[in-house]
């Protein structure tokens, strides 16, 4: 099984902003997701999301990000298996992203 | 000749009193909001004896202040403001007054007459004296500074984490979370700005001024925008047509809104970007004020207490202000 870690801040931004790509920034949340996260999600089997080294996640980047997923075909339990998201320091964010994922999936289904 | 009936002559004097009467009450609305003087396409404008935005009932003269200013600047060779009468300035009419002078003209704004000490204090502080030309104050504060996006929010951040206490306010022990949930009430609402305060305009276009201070072991932090402001975006939205009639006007309209956010904002992630701008002074126990078009929005963070209020002028544009109680400094 093929595990892959992507840095956000050492690899995407340290300023995470914005949610879409033609609207907000480079820094947006459809940026990272479309360009880095579902690309290391169709390649690996296990993909561990790193958000440690920031703490400027806005509630609208996360949301994009892990709802955007699910909006994006992408399945509760499947994401549940593949995905893991981490911070060294806000235990309230990875909780916030995982809420993210269920509740996209709450609107999805 | 013909003799004027009595009637005539009566019906004639009460036009000519009617007149009078008028006259001097627009005289009277007049004096009381703005004073100003006009030479040579100079003029001097007395700048109000409190420039608060705060207050309710002090912001229809502040606002009108502004509005004077603005119709000023981009025809008069100098306008000149005079704070000869002004007692109180706060942080919230600076960033104000910051952007009004800033969008149009400072080369042509001066500023004279600075009577009181707090004044001269925020006048330096927040860069307005800088920006009209004067000499430079030192300042420990954050001065208001003008940007795109989130450009400056480092700064900021920086600033407000090493000089104020808050980590001591929400909890001792957690400074990221701190870090975390100022930067992203800040980062939110500029994020708003730049979706939606100027629509169909160019990106690099889309200003909004910032100031950060500690004012009386009171952390401040206003944002402004000259956009469109929040309720004439409310009511394009499909969700908010859901919850409010045309009708609600503009300070209920920010109100249903803020309320709206707080509790249906899982909905397809809607509305995060205004949860996250209230969570901070829900934390912090601090209080949130918005005033956008006509509208002034209150919320208290210890207990959850909204106000809401209709103001006369036209904002034009949004301010949104945080103000946190922060631990009072340790004597050395």
Not at chain 2, 71 to 94: G, H, Q, R, V, Y
Not at chain 2, 283 to 306: Q, R, T, V
């Amino acid at each position: 099984m093929s595990k892959y870690t992507i840095n956000v801040a050492k690899e995407f931004t340290n300023r995470p902003f914005g949610r879409y790509r033609q609207d907000d920034s480079k820094r947006s949340a459809e940026v990272f997701r479309e360009d880095i996260l579902i690309p290391a999600m169709q390649k690996h089997d296990h993909v561990v999301v790193d958000l440690s080294g920031s703490n400027y996640y806005g509630s609208s980047f996360l949301e994009e990000v892990f709802g955007g997923l699910v909006r994006a075909g992408f399945k509760e339990d499947a994401l549940k298996e593949r995905l893991e998201i981490i911070h060294d320091e806000l235990p309230s964010v990875v909780t916030e992203a995982n809420e993210y994922i269920k509740v996209a999936s709450e609107f999805v289904d | 000749m013909k003799k004027l009936s009595k009637d005539y002559k009566d019906r004639q004097k009460r036009i000519i009193i009617d007149r009078l009467k008028r006259e001097q009450r627009n005289k009277r609305s007049k004096r009381q909001i703005i004073r100003s003087f006009t030479y040579q396409n100079n003029e001097i404008i007395l700048a109000p004896k409190q420039l608060v935005l705060q207050k309710p009932q002090l912001t229809n003269e502040c606002t009108a202040f502004i509005q004077r200013l603005s119709k000023s600047i981009p025809k008069k060779k100098t306008t000149c403001i005079d704070f000869s009468n002004t007692e109180i300035f706060t942080a919230l009419a600076a960033v104000y007054l910051y952007s009004e002078i800033d969008r149009h003209n400072a080369a042509v704004v001066k500023i004279q007459n600075i009577s009181s000490k707090q004044v001269r204090n925020t006048l330096g502080r927040s860069g307005l004296l800088k920006l009209c030309g004067h000499s430079d104050m030192d300042s420990d504060g954050y001065p208001i500074t003008r940007g795109i996006d989130d450009d400056d929010l480092p700064e900021i951040i920086q600033y407000l984490m090493t000089t104020a206490s808050l980590y001591n306010q929400l909890n001792p022990k957690n400074s990221p979370q701190a870090e975390r949930l100022v930067s992203k009430a800040i980062s939110e609402a500029m994020l708003n700005v730049s979706q939606h305060a100027y629509p169909g305009t160019d990106k690099n276009s889309r200003f909004r001024w910032i100031i950060a201070d500690i004012i009386d072991s009171n952390l401040h932090i206003a944002l402004c925008d000259r956009g469109v402001g929040i309720p004439k975006t409310l009511f394009n939205k499909s969700w908010f047509k859901e919850i409010a009639w045309t009708g609600i006007g503009d300070a209920k309209a920010i109100r249903k809104a803020m309320q709206y956010t707080r509790t249906q904002s899982r909905r397809h992630g809607s509305g995060l970007g205004s949860k996250d701008i209230q969570e901070l002074i829900l934390e912090g126990k601090g209080e949130l004020i918005i005033i956008s078009g006509k509208g002034y929005y209150c919320l208290k963070g210890s207990n959850k207490k909204e106000k809401t209020y209709r103001i006369s002028y036209d904002i034009k544009g949004t301010l949104i202000q945080w103000r946190i109680r922060i631990a009072e400094k340790e004597n050395e």
